[in-house]
């Protein structure tokens, strides 16, 4: 392998040369394309993924760059040009936060694969890779990196993306994480397999990004709409009233269920309720967020709110005894939360209340 850096004037070009077989001349139109093989038998005979070129492409387009590709039975030459600019520091730009986007984590142990993937993700998504499924775990057990969806592989080393996802879905605060599998697998029983343990969705490789882009989309909006009917005034219905079937309603509806039967307890707290639930108050601070948007203090304390308006509805009690009964024990303080809350204070809402 030979690397060539030449500078003439403004014109920089990068120049990476093998000694290979070189590509065949029908096969050179075609270097460049996403997931192309050759179909010569000394060629295809070699493990690949057909995105490396492609890669280079994509990534010289972003940048400006050109490439070009020159190859004959004595080897292949790939030669990258760009302008050279010299750019004050006053004149760059801040990179764009990524704090507003979706996480993806990608777990895939082909380098060039991954890397691919998060080339076409990362506009839209908050990327990470990882070459296993003990990787993803551990990265997502140390809290460091908890997706939104997860992209993986089926067969890796050391744990394959089955046996990954069985992990993930014993856990609480992973269980409902969508996930797509890639596989080069298409059997009739191994799917059943995928869907059994909890696999969302599968593509076969070789893959049409533009529908994985879909895909990935669609189990999102799923998701989003699944947890928009758990949002706080839905779930501060009577529990009883609710009707439980997928684990993220079971466990938000065994959370709401606590803190009413607590609710008279002004020293209920966020560690006694993580005691009750027997999940880690991180873990559980994690997942009434994700599922509410609220704080568990923060959630607490507006089903104490939610049930005080239906005590005032009834008119049976007085504002001093329904703020007892939900928990407060300062005038001033419950008040102010039921003013956040409804916008009027609590007289004002029980006088005002046909």
């Not at 990068?14 to 001349?25: E, H």
């Not at 599968?202 to 009917?229: E, G, T």
């Not at 007085?318 to 809350?341: D, H, I, L, P, R």
């Given at each position: 392998?030979?690397?060539?850096?030449?500078?003439i004037g403004p014109d920089v070009k990068?120049?990476?040369?093998?000694?290979?077989?070189?590509?065949?001349?029908?096969?050179?139109?075609?270097?460049?394309?996403?997931?192309?093989?050759?179909?010569?038998?000394?060629?295809?005979?070699?493990?690949?993924?057909?995105?490396?070129?492609?890669?280079?492409?994509?990534?010289?387009?972003?940048?400006?760059?050109?490439?070009?590709?020159?190859?004959?039975?004595?080897?292949?030459?790939?030669?990258?040009?760009?302008?050279?600019?010299?750019?004050?520091?006053?004149?760059?730009?801040?990179?764009?936060?990524?704090?507003?986007?979706?996480?993806?984590?990608?777990?895939?142990?082909?380098?060039?694969?991954?890397d691919f993937l998060r080339n076409a993700?990362?506009?839209?998504?908050?990327?990470?890779?990882?070459?296993?499924?003990?990787?993803?775990?551990?990265?997502?057990?140390?809290?460091?990196?908890?997706?939104?969806?997860?992209?993986?592989?089926?067969?890796?080393?050391?744990?394959?993306?089955?046996?990954?996802?069985?992990?993930?879905?014993?856990?609480?605060?992973?269980?409902?994480?969508?996930?797509?599998?890639?596989?080069?697998?298409?059997?009739?029983?191994?799917?059943?397999?995928?869907?059994?343990?909890?696999?969302?969705?599968?593509?076969?490789?070789?893959?049409?990004?533009?529908?994985?882009?879909?895909?990935?989309?669609?189990?999102?909006?799923?998701?989003?709409?699944?947890?928009?009917?758990?949002?706080?005034?839905?779930?501060?219905?009577?529990?009883?009233?609710?009707?439980?079937?997928?684990?993220?309603?079971?466990?938000?509806?065994?959370?709401?269920?606590?803190?009413?039967?607590?609710?008279?307890?002004?020293?209920?707290?966020?560690?006694?309720?993580?005691?009750?639930?027997?999940?880690?108050?991180?873990?559980?601070?994690?997942?009434?967020?994700?599922?509410?948007?609220?704080?568990?203090?923060?959630?607490?304390?507006?089903?104490?709110i939610k049930k005080a308006a239906l005590?005032?509805?009834?008119?049976?009690?007085?504002?001093?005894?329904?703020?007892?009964?939900?928990?407060?024990?300062?005038?001033?303080?419950?008040?102010?939360?039921?003013?956040?809350?409804?916008?009027?204070?609590?007289?004002?809402?029980?006088?005002?209340?046909?």
């Open positions: 392998m030979e690397l060539r850096l030449k500078g990068l120049v990476v040369r093998d000694t290979g077989i070189g590509i065949a001349p029908e096969d050179l139109p075609y270097v460049f394309s996403k997931f192309y093989r050759s179909s010569l038998k000394e060629v295809s005979a070699v493990q690949g993924t057909g995105v490396g070129l492609y890669l280079v492409k994509s990534y010289c387009e972003q940048l400006g760059w050109t490439v070009d590709i020159a190859s004959d039975q004595n080897g292949t030459a790939v030669t990258l040009s760009w302008k050279h600019d010299h750019v004050n520091d006053e004149d760059a730009t801040d990179s764009i936060p990524v704090g507003a986007k979706r996480k993806l984590l990608i777990v895939e142990d082909n380098a060039e694969l991954a993700m990362q506009p839209h998504y908050d990327c990470r890779i990882v070459s296993d499924g003990s990787e993803g775990l551990r990265l997502i057990d140390g809290h460091s990196f908890v997706p939104d969806i997860i992209l993986t592989d089926a067969m890796m080393p050391n744990m394959g993306g089955i046996e990954m996802v069985k992990k993930l879905r014993q856990n609480i605060v992973t269980a409902t994480i969508p996930i797509i599998l890639l596989t080069a697998q298409n059997d009739e029983l191994i799917r059943r397999e995928w869907v059994a343990v909890g696999i969302d969705a599968y593509m076969a490789k070789p893959f049409d990004l533009d529908l994985l882009q879909i895909q990935l989309l669609q189990l999102l909006d799923r998701k989003d709409k699944i947890v928009a009917q758990l949002r706080i005034d839905e779930i501060s219905k009577p529990t009883e009233a609710i009707a439980v079937h997928s684990p993220d309603e079971k466990f938000l509806t065994n959370v709401t269920r606590l803190i009413e039967e607590n609710l008279d307890d002004s020293e209920f707290s966020v560690q006694r309720l993580s005691e009750l639930t027997d999940v880690a108050a991180r873990q559980l601070h994690r997942k009434i967020k994700q599922l509410t948007g609220y704080t568990p203090v923060e959630y607490i304390r507006s089903i104490r005590l005032l509805q009834q008119k049976k009690f007085t504002v001093s005894e329904v703020m007892y009964m939900v928990g407060f024990s300062n005038a001033s303080y419950f008040s102010k939360c039921f003013q956040s809350e409804f916008g009027m204070s609590p007289k004002v809402y029980m006088e005002g209340y046909l």
